[in-house]
């Protein structure tokens, strides 16, 4: 008789995580769990460095003795104790049923109750489908959404499409540091003994190998999270996949949810995701004993592209459709179905590449029993996330004070977030601008613009730039240096260029310039020429301290918005001459083209 049972790890990210899922070039985005394929990997390269290469055939290629799973988020409820989040099921959507001020109330809509008539017959007023429930849930309680948290990080890499080479922006979405995930890795051996022994030799591989392992491809570009891995405080073997299996009474229905993507064939032998619910009967009929035990009453399947990368070609496999992690077969028990059975259902994984953890599921009481339920949501706060680390200690440091890095990330995200529309702005005001001066004059006001002021008020730093872009378009030396200003030819060239503000009144290049540097008529200059609304908008979306009344945006924001006006005045008029250099020279190369 075979021993079975699974090897419990947490896993704490000390580093940021990268995880492809997609081999695109320019968009490197990590995957929210901890793929088997990537673990087996991590295992590989630690029996490597401890000098037993002999076991990788039979521990990590064959995936007999050891087979792997997806290690999901981990929600700690008490110190060392929590519960592991699963994919959301794909019949769970929701629907807004009221609005009211700090709160927003979903319904929660079971997708298949609603096609077979449940929870009292379909109407017209109940039929709406609501948006699909995407993340994490708890097992036991549906309505509890489980957040991963990721970062974008923005590169600038080589173009090699041809010459001349320029710059080439790509993004990187890693996986935060500090977040705990729980790993269960099937374990089989002869005897119980054996099997107990086999899990000691594992943990002593990662125990050498602590400090040292890394996640994915992505740990060559330091983002391979430096995990930090325990087994849990129950002892290092569990019998179950997710939560404690139950007997399943006959009459009883249970939804099967992939926790991985799924690699299901059709008769021909070709991909096919809508296959997963005869690859899922077939399964029922091998590990239950007969095809009569459960009855399949509904399926939600979603596709999503699966893609590996070959270490020993250098390249990416072909691509693959599997069914989606979250995908739902809906089963009926027939006759009762003890625990024992249950277990073993849930340790067989569907379809194929099981070695890389695919197809694993967990079959969950049915999402139907939430059907109409409420689910609250806070729109203007989140509760305080708590982190504990494996071992039930808390990591160093309060976060509960801001401190210069709050207010550091405060100004990143809303300097950012104005900058957009200031440049969109300043673009359409370029766009409506007449009689343009020459590219030379609109580069030398660039970097008086670009320069940054020596001395000046120390509060406000721009003020110095501004009168000197002034004084340079106006001719006048003494308040324009150490720049040159402007000739008596090249001012009235400038003088002739004309912006048109928003109440269709042109103003002379050299006059929206020295307004906008002039403290008296600045106000006016800011309401003509600038879209509060836009900007207003844009904050908005990034206030991290925005009120739950109708205020738009906190006092916080609109006092960041009155201190740096005047850097978000540079930020216009520098990017309106770069528009406006750019509009010249197409103007003057049009001239040049013969007719």
Same mark, same amino acid.
């Given at each position: ?431 409506? #601008? &007449?009689?343009?001066?020459?590219? =030379?004059?609109?580069? +030398? *006001?660039? /970097?008086?613009?670009? !320069? @940054? $002021? ?42 002739? #260029? &004309?912006?048109?503000?928003?109440? =269709?009144?042109?103003? +002379? *290049?050299? /006059?929206?310039?020295? !307004? @906008? $540097? ?54 216009? *008029? ?5 528009? @406006? $250099? ?14």
């Amino acid at each position: 008789m075979t021993a079975t049972g699974y090897l419990a790890l947490r896993m704490l990210l000390t580093e940021t995580a990268v995880l492809r899922n997609r081999f695109t070039p320019l968009h490197v985005a990590s995957e929210q769990v901890i793929p088997g394929r990537v673990q087996r990997g991590m295992l590989a390269a630690a029996l490597h460095r401890a000098d037993q290469a002999h076991l990788i055939h039979d521990w990590v290629a064959k995936g007999e003795a050891i087979r792997f799973g997806p290690a999901l988020p981990f929600v700690e409820s008490s110190p060392g104790h929590g519960s592991i989040a699963v994919p959301t099921p794909a019949a769970l959507h929701y629907r807004t049923v009221a609005d009211i001020p700090n709160q927003e109330v979903y319904e929660l809509v079971d997708m298949l109750s609603l096609r077979r008539g449940h929870a009292g017959g379909i109407t017209p007023e109940n039929t709406d489908p609501g948006k699909r429930l995407r993340g994490y849930i708890l097992p036991r309680d549906l309505r509890a959404p489980v957040s991963v948290t990721t970062h974008t990080e923005r590169y600038l890499g080589t173009g090699r499409g041809g010459e001349p080479l320029q710059g080439v922006p790509f993004l990187t979405t890693m996986l935060d540091a500090g977040q705990v995930f729980e790993a269960r890795w099937r374990l089989c051996a002869e005897t119980e003994q054996a099997l107990q022994d086999r899990a000691g030799k594992v943990l002593a591989v990662l125990e050498r190998s602590a400090g040292s392992l890394v996640l994915g491809t992505g740990s060559t570009r330091a983002h391979g999270g430096r995990p930090q891995i325990m087994p849990v405080a129950d002892g290092p073997l569990v019998r179950d996949r997710i939560e404690a299996a139950e007997n399943w009474p006959a009459g009883e229905a249970r939804d099967l949810v992939l926790l991985s993507p799924a690699l299901v064939a059709d008769h021909n032998g070709e991909p096919r995701p809508g296959c997963l619910a005869g690859a899922v009967a077939t399964l029922c009929k091998q590990v239950l004993g007969d095809a009569g035990a459960v009855k399949q009453v509904g399926e939600v399947v979603e596709s999503e592209p699966v893609e590996v990368y070959h270490r020993m070609y250098r390249s990416a496999m072909a691509c693959r459709w599997a069914a989606a992690a979250g995908s739902v077969v809906r089963l009926e028990a027939r006759r009762h179905i003890p625990a024992a059975q249950v277990r073993e259902l849930e340790s067989q994984p569907v379809g194929q590449r099981r070695v890389d953890g695919h197809g694993c599921f967990v079959l969950l009481k049915s999402a139907s029993r939430v059907h109409g339920t409420d689910l609250w949501q806070q729109k203007s706060t989140r509760p305080a996330a708590r982190l504990r680390l494996p071992d039930g200690t808390e990591p160093p440091g309060d976060v509960s004070d801001p401190g210069d890095e709050v207010a550091a990330l405060r100004h990143r995200m809303l300097s950012h977030a104005v900058a957009e529309p200031l440049r969109a702005r300043a673009r359409e005001l370029a766009a409506h #601008a &007449t009689q343009l001066p020459s590219p =030379s004059l609109l580069g +030398r *006001l660039r /970097e008086v613009v670009a !320069q @940054a $002021a020596p001395g000046g008020d120390g509060q406000q730093p721009h003020w110095g730039v501004l009168r000197r872009l002034a004084a340079v378009a106006a001719g006048e030396q003494a308040a324009a240096a150490p720049h040159k200003a402007f000739t008596d030819k090249a001012k009235g060239e400038t003088g002739k #260029a &004309t912006i048109t503000a928003d109440n =269709s009144v042109q103003h +002379r *290049l050299t /006059e929206w310039l020295g !307004q @906008a $540097a002039d403290p008296e008529e600045q106000e006016r200059w800011w309401r003509d020429f600038v879209s509060q609304r836009a900007i207003v908008d844009a904050v908005a979306a990034v206030d991290l301290d925005r009120p739950a009344d109708n205020m738009r945006i906190s006092p916080t924001a609109q006092q960041w918005l009155a201190d740096h006006r005047l850097w978000m005045i540079r930020l216009l *008029l520098g990017t309106w001459l770069a528009e @406006a $250099a750019r509009r010249r020279r197409l103007q003057d190369d049009r001239k040049e083209q013969p007719q």
